[in-house]
């Protein structure tokens, strides 16, 4: 079965700095996706950033990259000059054959001004 | 384009109800799927519609029912409900499936007491 683990509870990050996120998964799957969803207290999840996994070159939208090692089987997440309105819950995910997401346990972001 | 909706926004049942919410997806979407979000367990799916059929199914016990409609707006049941049942009740959707980009509803709060 596949599984994603978000190791880092909480992290915390000075505006207009950078901070990584990060996120392991395990799958036995050649072909599946990647999401790093964003939840701000209004609870509705955002989609931050895609990874298709035969992709070799990181995606990226705006301030915000990924990291995607596929051997290591790691997916982290950048986010550069960070802002107030970035402070949320971030959860990576997979998507694999079975088309369900598996969401990992979530990281709370804070943002210090 | 209207965005993903969830009816009701809030709820409060008693032990033993049963409830019924509600997902119209965005215009043109044939997938819907719904996710559990809770502290202790994070967001567990439940179950995926494509064009009216059940196409995935989580490890929920058979208190928890879904169907959609031609109209690709789904419901979700839960029957004989439990304290556990408190949750917030997300629902996506999504053109083909999960592993394409899926748009989240802002979910319903369940309290059940």
């Known amino acids: 079965a596949q599984t994603v683990t978000q190791s880092q509870p909480e992290m915390s990050v000075q505006e207009a700095e950078t901070v990584t996120l990060s996120c392991t998964y395990d799958?036995?799957?050649?072909?599946?996706?990647l999401f790093w969803y964003k939840q701000p207290p209004s609870r509705q999840m955002i989609l931050v950033i895609r990874?298709?996994?035969?992709?070799?070159q990181n995606a990226t939208e705006n301030r915000f990259s990924v990291n995607f090692q596929k051997a290591a089987k790691s997916f982290s997440l950048k986010i550069s000059d960070s802002q107030l309105g970035d402070a949320a819950m971030y959860f990576c995910s997979y998507s694999g054959n079975t088309g369900k997401l598996i969401f990992g346990q979530g990281t709370t972001l804070q943002v210090k001004p | 384009k209207a965005g993903v909706t969830q009816t009701p926004r809030y709820l409060i049942k008693t032990r033993g109800q049963q409830v019924t919410l509600s997902c119209s997806p965005i215009s043109g979407h044939r997938s819907v799927s719904w996710y559990q979000q809770t502290p202790g367990q994070g967001l567990q799916f439940l179950f995926e519609?494509?064009?009216?059929?059940?196409?995935n199914k989580g490890n929920f016990p058979g208190r928890f029912s879904g169907r959609q409609f031609s109209n690709s707006r789904s419901e979700m049941n839960v029957s004989t409900l439990e304290l556990g049942d408190s949750a917030l009740y997300l629902c996506?959707?999504?053109?083909?499936?999960?592993?394409?980009?899926?748009?989240f509803g802002q979910g319903t709060r369940l309290t059940v007491v």
């Open positions: 996506a959707s999504s053109n083909q499936g999960s592993f394409q980009e899926a748009f």
């Open positions: 799958t036995s799957e050649s072909d599946y996706y």
């Open positions: 519609y494509f064009s009216e059929t059940q196409r």
């Open positions: 990874q298709e996994a035969y992709k070799q």
